[in-house]
Nanobody, 121 residues
Framework: QVQLVESGGGLVQPGGSLRLSCAAS????????MGWYRQAPGKQRELVAS???????NYVDSVKGRFAISRDNAKNTVNLHMNSLKPEDTAVYYC???????????????WGRGTQVTVSS
């Protein structure tokens, strides 16, 4: 069974930094895309950053220049380094990965449970 586990959320002041980590484990054959989504109260879930297995990266415009995504294919992990945090970044952040399992032939999306990030003075 495949699962994603996030860590690193917490409370930080505006302008501060935080690093989120996600580890995929289980019966994994390969991982295509890995990334981070977030959802604030009353808002739709949005893609924050993603990275393909080949290294292609996408960011939502609001975090460009402040956030950086990194990935370790050998360890099946993905990190999100968040700098210059703003109150508007407050949300639950979810790890997401498109994975082909050892028993399957089609890729499917897997989700972590989410980790809370709160930016407040």
């Amino acid at each position: 069974q495949v699962q994603l586990v996030e860590s690193g959320g917490g409370l930080v002041q505006p302008g501060g930094s935080l690093r989120l980590s996600c580890a995929a484990s289980g019966s994994i054959l390969s991982i295509e895309d890995m990334g981070w989504y977030r959802q604030a109260p009353g808002k739709q879930r949005e893609l924050v950053a993603s990275m393909s297995s080949g290294g292609s990266i996408n960011y939502v415009d609001s975090v460009k220049g402040r956030f950086a995504i990194s990935r370790d294919n050998a360890k099946n992990t993905v990190n999100l380094h968040m700098n210059s945090l703003k109150p508007e970044d407050t949300a639950v952040y979810y790890c997401n990965a498109k994975i082909i399992s050892d028993y399957g032939f089609l890729a499917r999306n897997y989700w972590g449970r989410g980790t809370q990030v709160t930016v407040s003075s």
